[in-house]
């Protein structure tokens, strides 16, 4: 079992991975990235059950992140896990590389489902979690979407499913840094009240400090916590959490890291360029 | 057809637990016995076929094999992103039926007229598109796609078609099946069109006297391009005739093959819909007719084709 300290550091490194591929990539998607660390850092460092020299294993537990733009957080976990070499890192979104800007399972150890265009990944975890309950397999089925994608109608489509089959096994977890493609999602299109929503829908709804690692692993780690019932967990966090320049910015959805942004961003992260 | 598909898979649902079915909550009365008897193989996805899609790459992906299934667009062009990105992009075992191809559902309207699907369909990488001829064919092509080769579209009619193979038939994905010999000319028809080839062929015999070759191409892809090329060499008239717009479907798969073989003085004609919304009402056989597409029309487009001299005359695609 990790330590919480151990956890915030496996964080920190995927945010000077997710910032170093943007720059050398020129891509983008910091932002959005940052704001998911903690939550990948308690899912794969202490709370899911994969195990990299078997991830295809029978029993793993299934991760699928519906917000495919944010691979380069997904991609730098599973590398510090070790489920591939950290040097294909450096590949992502190059010429001839493996890692395209949005995640994709083809040849990726560890990667259960491509993803990119938003609201797929929700219909996809529930299929996976009636499989395991039908075919009564012990797997959990965690999925992250961010708040933006929930404007999608397929997400509302299973979410009203998945209680009506009482996928206890199933865990959305929502990545909402309140900021989305255009501006804030208040102003876009209000989830709120998003609690009250999942709730109507027949989830068991847990709110949580999304960059806390306590409050995220004592909402994940007894699942399910209503027998019957889906979990969703609402992770409030913050978009470009851990760089001050990029926090709460919409521009860090799309802005490469370079020249003194760069350098300040890694020194903010404890790191040199 | 959907009865001898529904029949079809739950022969294969008892032998092997991997088959599930999952339905748009359509198929009142075709469905719910299968649900009684294999209540773990059966899932309704309610009126909701993102999620339906999605969750059937979802179960294909744990180890099953799923069949999607509803009527006209409803599981093919609604969820189109879902087959192109999870189950064909993925590889899944997927299999996407749509009963009432072409204008099955007749006097319903245009909302439930399948007239793009195969061309939308037969764009998608790994997926292969199925159209069988009759329910003879509709049964052997149910065990092959629910056998686990990855993700595949099978177009179906609705309910009546009638039994065009007379004796047991060796039916194999991506190879057309004859159901007429003849070398004067070729009507290579896909799905429920088949009865009507036959008869026009049937006709032009008694008619014409002409010897008329009639392929089922029940797959639309991996299309038999070698059938196609034989008819061609074989009998150098070519007609397609599908339900279907003349644009993209078997028409235009079959044109492109024509056009690469270059096999020398080939006529060739696309009997389909005009790529246009229907606005008339009418049920299938009468829709058909107004279409052009009953056997009287088909037997005298492919008669003047044989007639017409080469020419310059082109039609808007």
């Given at each position: 079992m990790k330590t919480n300290e151990e956890l915030t550091e496996l964080a920190r490194r995927i945010r000077v991975h997710a910032v170093k591929m943007a720059n050398r990539a020129g891509s983008c998607h910091v932002g959005s990235s940052f704001s998911m660390a903690e939550i990948l850092s308690v899912l794969y460092g202490r709370i899911m059950n994969v195990r990299p020299e078997d991830p295809e294993a029978d029993d793993r537990d299934r991760f699928v992140l519906s917000k495919g733009?944010?691979?380069?957080?997904?991609?730098?976990?599973?590398?510090?896990?070790?489920?591939?070499?950290?040097?294909?890192?450096?590949?992502?979104?190059?010429?001839?590389?493996?890692?395209?800007?949005?995640?994709?399972?083809?040849?990726?150890?560890?990667?259960?489902?491509?993803?990119?265009?938003?609201?797929?990944?929700?219909?996809?975890?529930?299929?996976?979690?009636?499989?395991?309950?039908?075919?009564?397999?012990?797997?959990?089925?965690?999925?992250?979407?961010?708040?933006?994608?929930?404007?999608?109608?397929?997400?509302?489509?299973?979410?009203?499913?998945?209680?009506?089959?009482?996928?206890?096994?199933?865990?959305?977890?929502?990545?909402?840094?309140?900021?989305?493609?255009?501006?804030?999602?208040?102003?876009?299109?209000?989830?709120?009240?998003?609690?009250?929503?999942?709730?109507?829908?027949?989830?068991?709804?847990?709110?949580?400090?999304?960059?806390?690692?306590?409050?995220?692993?004592?909402?994940?780690?007894?699942?399910?916590?209503?027998?019957?019932?889906?979990?969703?967990?609402?992770?409030?966090?913050?978009?470009?959490?851990?760089?001050?320049?990029?926090?709460?910015?919409?521009?860090?959805?799309?802005?490469?890291?370079?020249?003194?942004?760069y350098t300040a961003a890694l020194a903010q992260l404890g790191e040199v360029a | 057809m959907r009865t001898t598909f529904i029949d079809t898979l739950t022969e294969m649902a008892a032998a092997d637990p991997r088959v599930t079915l999952v339905t748009g909550d359509l198929g009142?009365?075709?469905?719910?016995?299968?649900?009684?008897?294999?209540?773990?193989?059966?899932?309704?996805?309610?009126?909701?076929?993102?999620?339906?899609?999605?969750?059937?790459?979802?179960?294909?992906?744990?180890?099953?094999?799923?069949?999607?299934?509803?009527?006209?667009?409803?599981?093919?062009?609604?969820?189109?992103?879902?087959?192109?990105?999870?189950?064909?992009?993925?590889?899944?075992?997927?299999?996407?039926?749509?009963?009432?191809?072409?204008?099955?559902?007749?006097?319903?309207?245009?909302?439930?007229?399948?007239?793009?699907?195969?061309?939308?369909?037969?764009?998608?990488?790994?997926?292969?598109?199925?159209?069988?001829?009759?329910?003879?064919?509709?049964?052997?092509?149910?065990?092959?796609?629910?056998?686990?080769?990855?993700?595949?579209?099978?177009?179906?009619?609705?309910?009546?078609?009638?039994?065009?193979?007379t004796g047991p038939i060796d039916w194999q994905l991506g190879k057309a099946l004859t159901t007429r010999d003849g070398n004067d000319a070729t009507i290579i028809a896909t799905g429920a069109m088949l009865a009507t080839a036959a008869s026009a062929a049937d006709q032009l015999t008694e008619t014409h006297g002409l010897k008329v070759r009639v392929l089922s191409m029940h797959t639309i892809k991996p299309l038999d391009s070698d059938a196609v090329v034989k008819a061609a060499e074989e009998t150098g008239t070519i007609v397609t005739l599908e339900e279907h717009s003349i644009l993209g479907g078997l028409g235009g798969a079959v044109a492109e093959v024509l056009c690469e073989a270059c096999v020398p003085g080939v006529k060739f004609q696309r009997i389909g819909l005009p790529s246009e919304y229907i606005t008339e009402v009418g049920n299938q056989d009468y829709l058909r007719e107004f279409h052009g597409l009953d056997v009287e029309t088909v037997a005298a487009k492919l008669a003047a084709l044989l007639q017409q001299q080469p020419s310059t005359k082109r039609l808007a695609a």
């Amino acid at each position: 079992m990790k330590t919480n300290e151990e956890l915030t550091e496996l964080a920190r490194r995927i945010r000077v991975h997710a910032v170093k591929m943007a720059n050398r990539a020129g891509s983008c998607h910091v932002g959005s990235s940052f704001s998911m660390a903690e939550i990948l850092s308690v899912l794969y460092g202490r709370i899911m059950n994969v195990r990299p020299e078997d991830p295809e294993a029978d029993d793993r537990d299934r991760f699928v992140l519906s917000k495919g733009h944010a691979c380069g957080a997904l991609y730098s976990v599973l590398a510090e896990c070790g489920f591939f070499p950290m040097e294909w890192l450096e590949s992502f979104f190059q010429n001839g590389g493996r890692l395209p800007g949005h995640a994709t399972a083809k040849g990726i150890p560890g990667i259960e489902v491509s993803t990119g265009s938003l609201g797929h990944g929700l219909p996809i975890a529930t299929g996976m979690a009636l499989a395991a309950r039908r075919d009564k397999d012990p797997y959990r089925v965690y999925c992250v979407l961010s708040d933006g994608e929930c404007d999608e109608g397929s997400n509302w489509e299973a979410a009203m499913f998945a209680p009506h089959h009482q996928l206890d096994n199933l865990i959305a977890i929502i990545d909402y840094n309140k900021i989305q493609s255009l501006g804030h999602v208040d102003d876009v299109l209000p989830l709120e009240p998003f609690t009250d929503k999942w709730v109507a829908f027949g989830w068991h709804v847990v709110e949580v400090d999304g960059h806390s690692i306590d409050e995220l692993t004592s909402a994940l780690q007894a699942i399910p916590q209503i027998t019957g019932k889906p979990t969703c967990v609402i992770a409030h966090t913050v978009k470009g959490k851990g760089v001050d320049f990029m926090e709460d910015q919409l521009l860090w959805h799309y802005r490469t890291p370079r020249g003194e942004e760069y350098t300040a961003a890694l020194a903010q992260l404890g790191e040199v360029a | 057809m959907r009865t001898t598909f529904i029949d079809t898979l739950t022969e294969m649902a008892a032998a092997d637990p991997r088959v599930t079915l999952v339905t748009g909550d359509l198929g009142f009365g075709v469905v719910q016995k299968f649900a009684e008897r294999f209540p773990n193989q059966f899932v309704n996805a309610g009126v909701a076929e993102q999620n339906m899609t999605g969750l059937a790459t979802g179960m294909a992906l744990s180890g099953r094999i799923v069949f999607t299934y509803s009527i006209a667009n409803f599981p093919t062009l609604r969820p189109l992103e879902q087959i192109r990105n999870d189950a064909a992009y993925h590889n899944a075992n997927v299999v996407v039926v749509a009963v009432g191809g072409g204008m099955s559902y007749g006097a319903f309207g245009m909302t439930h007229h399948a007239t793009e699907d195969i061309a939308i369909l037969r764009s998608l990488p790994n997926m292969k598109v199925v159209a069988p001829g009759d329910p003879a064919e509709t049964s052997a092509a149910t065990k092959k796609v629910g056998s686990g080769i990855g993700p595949t579209y099978l177009r179906l009619g609705r309910a009546g078609e009638p039994m065009v193979h007379t004796g047991p038939i060796d039916w194999q994905l991506g190879k057309a099946l004859t159901t007429r010999d003849g070398n004067d000319a070729t009507i290579i028809a896909t799905g429920a069109m088949l009865a009507t080839a036959a008869s026009a062929a049937d006709q032009l015999t008694e008619t014409h006297g002409l010897k008329v070759r009639v392929l089922s191409m029940h797959t639309i892809k991996p299309l038999d391009s070698d059938a196609v090329v034989k008819a061609a060499e074989e009998t150098g008239t070519i007609v397609t005739l599908e339900e279907h717009s003349i644009l993209g479907g078997l028409g235009g798969a079959v044109a492109e093959v024509l056009c690469e073989a270059c096999v020398p003085g080939v006529k060739f004609q696309r009997i389909g819909l005009p790529s246009e919304y229907i606005t008339e009402v009418g049920n299938q056989d009468y829709l058909r007719e107004f279409h052009g597409l009953d056997v009287e029309t088909v037997a005298a487009k492919l008669a003047a084709l044989l007639q017409q001299q080469p020419s310059t005359k082109r039609l808007a695609a």
